[in-house]
C-alpha cells in the first residue's frame, strides 16, 4: 500500500473549492426557495398548488432524503414513487392513501404546499404512466384526505395491491 502525500497548499485550495460549491449551492437553494414561495404567496391556493417547480423544490427539502431526488427509494425499505404512485391511482381509495402514509399526512407542509407535492410527484415523477383522467391534488382536497395518518400503511399498501392484481389492472412492482 502506498501512501500519498499532498501538499498543504493543495488541500486548503481543495477544500474552500468544495465548501464554496457547498455554499454557493446552499445560497442558491435559499434564493430560489424565498423567491418560489414569496412571490407567489398572493396567488390563489389552486394555482400554487399545480406549480410543478415548486412542488419540487418542497420535494426536495422534505421528501428527497429518503425517497432519492428521481423517487427511487430505497427498495426494501423506502418505497419509490418515480413509475409506481400513479399506479394505485387505480384502486379505490389509492388517492386517498398517497395523501394518508406518514410522510404526506405528518409532512411539516401546508395543505396547498403538499397538495404540489402530490401534483409534481404524479405529473413529473410518474408522467409516463400516468391515468389520463388524473386530476391535479387540491388544497382542499389534500385537508380533506391527510389526517388521519395511516396506522399501518404496508397493510392498506398491500390491500390496494391486491385488488389491482385481482381486477388485472397494472399495479407497482418494483418495490412491492
Not at 14 to 28: D, E, M, T, Y
Amino acid at each position: 500500500m502506498t501512501i500519498q502525500s499532498v501538499k498543504p497548499s493543495t488541500a486548503r485550495a481543495s477544500g474552500f473549492r468544495a465548501a464554496s460549491r457547498v455554499g454557493a449551492c446552499a445560497l442558491f437553494a435559499f434564493a430560489a426557495l424565498m423567491s418560489g414561495g414569496s412571490a407567489r404567496a398572493s396567488e390563489p391556493a389552486s394555482a400554487r398548488a399545480t406549480d410543478l417547480q415548486l412542488g419540487r423544490q418542497n420535494y426536495v427539502l422534505d421528501c428527497m432524503g429518503c425517497h432519492d431526488s428521481g423517487g427511487a427509494g430505497d427498495i426494501g425499505r423506502i418505497p419509490p414513487l418515480k413509475n409506481t404512485s400513479a399506479r394505485l391511482l387505480l384502486a379505490p381509495k389509492g388517492r386517498e392513501y398517497i395523501a394518508r402514509v406518514p410522510g404526506s399526512s405528518s409532512a411539516s407542509l401546508s395543505d396547498d404546499e403538499l397538495a404540489g407535492v402530490l401534483n409534481y410527484i404524479m405529473l413529473d415523477l410518474n408522467r409516463k404512466i400516468l391515468p389520463p383522467t388524473f386530476k391535479p391534488y387540491t388544497a382542499e382536497e389534500v385537508a380533506r384526505l391527510r389526517a388521519p395518518e395511516l396506522d399501518n400503511p404496508g397493510k392498506v399498501r398491500t390491500e390496494l395491491i391486491r385488488y389491482l392484481r385481482e381486477h388485472s389492472k397494472p399495479s407497482p412492482t418494483a418495490y412491492y
